[in-house]
């Protein structure tokens, strides 16, 4: 791995050193030179690292400050260091100028290549995606009146766990009823009431990576404005899954659900972008708004998460994390996206696209 415009880049931010390494660690930096790749880390994790990279042919050296650093610079006749501006803060770039360095932003370079899944990777997401899936259809049955958001969240969150995952790639939104409107609403004490909505967003971390995975359930029996709203959202879903391809750009794709939605009457209340990259990070490059500029490429891995929200009433996402495969939009997710409906005794999945 190397950036062939910069002579060395360094990595601190922790999400890329594991991107970089295919290594955690809470603390280190990572220099890439033309040479190869070094890793700096303190005593805590110097044998892990040792073991888990020297076999890959990365060097890892002993260190807790920039000497190593400088030390390499010297060496190789380094004299500017490439560093990502947007992961910095203004107190660690303080501490690197005092290496006495040039310091130049490479954070565009490293999100393009960032973006851009290895097969490794991809194995990676897609189990992460699996473990979040089978979680979620193992908690539907759990699902009954009174129950808080808080409580499902919990039940979900130990099956990622139970079913291999290290944790979860960002905080669980659960929300019931009108609390679905809120797009990112703060999972909280509300108790799930009769004949309201229960909206899912949830993803696990997997290996490092991340799942991002939406869905909206009923509990009791949906009324007619909730299905068409229900069936505009799945139908912007399947459009984007349907005519995705890659050299699109995250513009044209989020247009795809924009237009579907505006032309059902829906447009004022799609309120946020169709999706965005997932990796290491749960919010990546490269975004799929009306401002996404760039183009998709295979092996780019994204969400694709239309929504509808009704200000008071309910709120409808439905997400898939998605990649593009020979050229076209594959998901990770297997379920079909028929809306489940909770009955008194029964759960039954309503099929509303023929
Ligand atoms: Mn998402």
Not at 70 to 92: E, R, Y
Not at 227 to 232: D, E, F, H, N, V
Not at 297 to 320: A, H, Q, T
Request: aromatic share 10%; glycine share 8%.
């Amino acid at each position: 791995m190397n950036f062939n415009n910069y002579d060395l880049a360094l990595i601190t931010d922790e999400k890329q050193r594991q991107y970089f390494l295919g290594f955690h660690s809470t603390a280190g930096y990572v220099m890439i030179t033309k040479e190869g790749t070094s890793f700096v880390v303190d005593s805590r994790y110097i044998s892990a690292a040792r073991k888990a990279l020297e076999p890959k042919g990365i060097e890892v050296i002993l260190g807790a400050d920039f000497s190593p650093l400088t030390q390499k610079c010297q060496k190789l006749g380094v004299k500017t260091i490439a560093i990502d501006f947007t992961n910095t803060t203004v107190s660690g770039l303080e501490r690197l100028k005092k290496t006495g360095y040039e310091f130049v932003d490479a954070s565009s370079e490293i999100v393009e290549l960032m973006s851009v899944k290895s097969d490794e990777e991809i194995a990676c997401l897609k189990k992460a995606c699996q473990i979040a899936e089978k979680a979620w259809l193992d908690v539907i049955p759990l699902i009954h009146e009174g129950m808080t958001e808080r409580e499902l969240a919990n039940e979900l969150e130990y099956r990622f766990k139970k079913f291999g995952a290290s944790g979860t790639s960002f905080d669980t939104i659960i929300a019931f009823g009108k609390n679905a409107a809120v797009p990112h609403h703060e999972t909280g004490d509300t108790k799930l009431r009769k004949n309201q909505c229960v909206l899912m967003d949830f993803g696990c971390l997997y290996k490092g990576y991340c799942s991002d995975m939406t869905r909206t359930l009923f509990f009791g029996e949906p009324n007619e404005k909730f299905l068409k709203a229900y069936l505009a959202v799945l139908t912007a879903h399947v459009k984007c899954a349907e005519n995705i391809v890659a050299g699109m750009t995250g513009k044209e794709a989020d247009a795809i659900a924009r237009e579907h939605l505006a032309s059902l009457g829906y447009g004022k209340f799609f309120t946020h972008s169709l999706g965005h990259g997932i990796g290491v990070n749960i919010h990546e490059f490269p975004t799929l708004s009306p401002k996404g500029e760039a183009v998709l490429k295979e092996n780019m891995v994204f969400s694709n998460e239309p929504g509808v929200y009704l200000d008071g009433k309910f709120g409808i996402r439905i997400e898939d994390s998605a990649y593009i495969s020979n050229g076209k939009y594959k998901s990770f997710m297997k379920d079909d996206k028929s809306l489940v409906v909770i009955g008194e005794n029964k759960i039954t999945r309503k099929k509303l696209l023929r």
